[in-house]
């Protein structure tokens, strides 16, 4: 039992990593009022970035950077459609989903005629485990063993980075100039522009930070958890990670864990394929694959009770005259 117990947390934290820094990017957009529908499309076009620049050059890191360049790229287009021109956020937010989708599996056909995949990518153009200090040496070692050697052991380099830039979003959000203005001018944005700060560029300061971390989001899913691209791989992690982001009340740590919990159950769906429960007998693999998108559905649907977002949140902007 204790066994499972390691192996399913151990899962947990690899399933909500992309759901972890996608809604870091949700939080940073939304807290300066701009409703970020188009997670799932940014992550979408940069996993598809990060695995054919990876595979083209042999290199991963120039992989992310791609990645992030994209998602940094399609956040601006949201940008200029929602800030400059004060269009619906939630209509442009869909429509770089859509984009996204068909660009995507386009550009997969005429770069590598592989039905829109990219190929397997090789050990070097992948985010491979690290093995800690003594993993190997403790891992027989009762109780201790199985946390330090499986649990906090063997994950790749953008899983630890994720769960560090935890308290890094909270200390920028919290403690900084940038936050508190950040902040703010989700709140009040007339106030903002009042003391002489620009709306705009604070709000498309926080596109960019968002379209950063949905770029590390969409490369670990084709270079890290996965080996490579495939059409639609990002299967809706962008919503549930807004759905985290609510669940969370736009606070870092709540929406950390957040993120755990709907990890926790997707892991739990997988590790309960083909199990026989007491009593029940065996649970269809559909019913248990649907369990996090059920939950995305009840919290969305107001049964977590009221969460009430930034004030000026998908509210365009106009300057007083």
Known sequence: MFENIILILDATLRVSTPLLLAAMAGMFSERSG???????????????????????????????????????????IHGFASITHNGDQVVSGVAINILAAGITITLGRYFFGLGGQTPTLTDEQRFTPISLPFA???????????????????????????????????????????????RAVGENPHAVDTAGISVAWLRYRALIIAGILCGIAGAYLSTAQNAGFVPNMSAGKGFIALAALIFGKWRPLTVMFGCLLFGFLDALAMRLQGVELPGIGEVPVQMIEVLPYILTVLLLAGFIGRSVGPKAVGVPYVKSR
């Open 136 to 182: 190997d040496a403790l891992a027989d070692v009762p109780v201790i063993g199985g946390i330090y050697s499986t649990l906090l052991s063997n994950h790749n380099l953008l899983v630890y980075g994720a769960f560090a830039l935890v308290p890094v979003c909270w200390w920028v959000l919290y403690r900084t100039r940038f936050g508190l203005r950040l």
């Open 34 to 76: 701009i409703v970020n529908i188009a997670l799932e499309g940014k992550m979408l076009t940069a996993s598809f970035a990060a695995a054919a620049v990876a595979y083209t050059t042999g290199n991963v890191y120039l992989g992310l950077l791609a990645a992030m360049a994209v998602a940094v790229m399609m956040s601006m």
